[in-house]
């Protein structure tokens, strides 16, 4: 176990996490001690500590909080890349939006190469981030200039069932053998939520929809019917781009289904197979198969769907570069519209974070090796990144890119990492986002004023079936002051 003591809270964040991208298969504890004689120091499994003094941060102005967290993190950095022999591709970078930072230096007017330039030197991040940071701020700003930013919102609605629970999954969702009894009541507290938010929005455009979970396509046909008829009647389509289905699983694709979601006007699904190799669909409890992901894919192309999305994850435990290459050969010969490729992320609600050994981690060459072969390959298929984030605990330190031919871009996933514009959120767990123009009171912290506030709906689903009035009066409080 890797030990640190901070003589701030403040500088606990940074430092916990560039630890832990350093030493990802280790587990890492932190504390604060506020006489501790050192502002950091790391006690690995191995070694002499690593300390950040005060004689090491120089002329720093040690009232400027922001400067001396920036001098730490940077001394910090160095000492753990020279005891590990290894740097990482966002440098001192431990928040997880990098490209908000290019947006701002966009909108600025910033040239590209001042920025790439700073994002190296200041941040200590590769050029070749620096690089894919810039390219997904300006195909993002292109796709945002579209949207009315005032009038304008999103609605987004969580079905929180699964065929099965994925062993990496973080979310609150429960499979469907277990909630079969609650699913009726469920979409009836949906459908007051949905309701309300409509009756709230009269006047404003919605501009995109996106049913995630969990799987929606884990109801019934004749429940999404439902579902996606009650959103059609309570929502004018008018200023509507986007309409998004997360088709997930695979195996919980049917025909009906796909005819049902094209009938109601849905322009973009996703058909995740998160790896082609059926050994690791087995591994991580996905419990459907390669030919399934086939199936599903044909189906939806016969439905008539033009605008699919594929996920695909790496560094999944027992995954070599050659498995990437092969489940990217097979991808490429489906060619899907988008693809969203990602890191593992392994946190601690998921299985697999529970459980997880060291031989779970991939070394951090691996998992860039397995983003490379992705980033070659969404470039065969003429695909261009259009959105990044990253996690907590994301394997290799590295990040989540979206991919998209032109014209494909998802435009919600966007929205929800840029808030340029309100998503309101409907179903257990679900986190509405206000955007404000004007900063206003801080309901956490009266002191602050914010430009957004976030209303998270309860995650369980008993609970959001039994506290929906809840969700209700808080949206009816908030919206839209
Ligand atoms: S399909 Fe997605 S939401 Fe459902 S359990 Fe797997 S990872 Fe989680």
Redesign the pocket.
């Known amino acids: 176990m890797i030990q640190i003591i901070c003589s701030k809270e403040t500088y606990v964040y940074n430092v916990y996490h560039m630890v832990k991208a350093f030493y990802p298969s280790k587990e890492v504890t932190s504390r604060v001690e506020e006489k501790a004689s050192n502002y950091v120091t790391v006690f690995p499994e191995e070694g002499p500590e690593i300390t950040v003094s005060e004689e090491m941060t120089g002329e720093a102005d040690r009232s400027d909080i922001k400067e001396m967290k920036y001098r730490i993190d940077c001394l910090l950095y160095h000492a753990l890349s020279g005891r590990t022999k290894k740097t990482l591709a966002w440098g001192i970078l431990m928040g997880v939006r990098p490209v908000k930072l290019a947006m701002a230096e966009l909108e600025k007017g910033t040239p590209k190469e001042e920025f790439t330039a700073w994002y190296e030197e200041h941040l200590l991040v590769s050029r070749q981030k620096a690089e894919l940071a810039w390219k997904v701020a300006r195909r993002e700003k292109e796709l945002l200039d579209r949207l009315d930013g005032e009038r304008g919102y999103s609605l987004y609605v969580g079905i929180p069932f699964?065929p099965?629970?994925?062993s990496?999954?973080s979310?609150s969702?429960g499979a469907l053998s277990d909630w079969k009894e609650r699913v009726e009541d469920y979409l009836e507290a949906l459908k007051r939520e949905l309701q309300a938010v409509s009756e709230l929005s009269r006047g404003k455009i919605l501009n995109t929809i996106y049913i995630g979970?969990?799987?929606p396509t884990t109801l019934t046909s004749l429940q999404l019917e439902r579902l996606l008829g009650c959103i059609g009647s309570l929502f004018s389509g008018d200023g509507l781009l986007e309409y998004t289905v997360e088709a997930?699983?695979p195996d919980s694709i049917t025909k009906e289904k796909l005819e049902v979601l094209k009938g109601c006007g849905v322009t973009r699904i996703s058909i995740n197979p998160q790896s082609m190799q059926q050994k690791t669909l087995e591994a991580i409890g996905?419990k459907h198969t390669v030919e399934e992901v086939y199936q599903a894919y044909h189906l939806a192309r016969e439905a008539g769907f033009n605008n699919i999305n594929m996920d695909i994850i790496a560094g999944l435990p027992g995954e070599t570069a050659s498995d990437m290459e092969d489940t990217l050969k097979k991808i490429k010969e489906l060619s899907p519209d988008s693809l969203t490729v990602h890191s593992l992320a392994i946190k601690r609600a998921a299985r697999m974070g529970r459980e997880s050994r060291a031989e779970t981690f991939h070394p951090s060459e691996d998992i860039g090796q397995m983003i490379e072969l992705a980033a070659g390959a969404a470039e065969e298929m003429d695909m261009s990144p259009y959105y990044l984030y990253r996690q907590k605990n994301i394997a290799g330190n590295f990040e989540n890119v979206g991919y998209a031919k032109v014209d494909k871009a998802g435009i919600y996933n966007i929205l929800i990492m840029e808030e340029k514009q309100s998503i309101i959120a409907c179903g257990a767990g679900a986190s509405t986002k206000l955007v404000f123009k004007e900063p206003v009171e801080n309901p956490a912290n009266k002191e602050k004023k914010t430009s957004l506030i976030r209303l998270e709906n309860v995650k369980a689903i008993d609970a959001y079936i039994n506290r929906a009035d809840e969700m209700i009066k808080r949206k009816e409080e908030w919206l839209w002051r």
Do not use: I, Q
């Open positions: 699964c099965s629970v994925c990496y999954c979310f969702s979970g969990g799987t997930g699983r996905r």
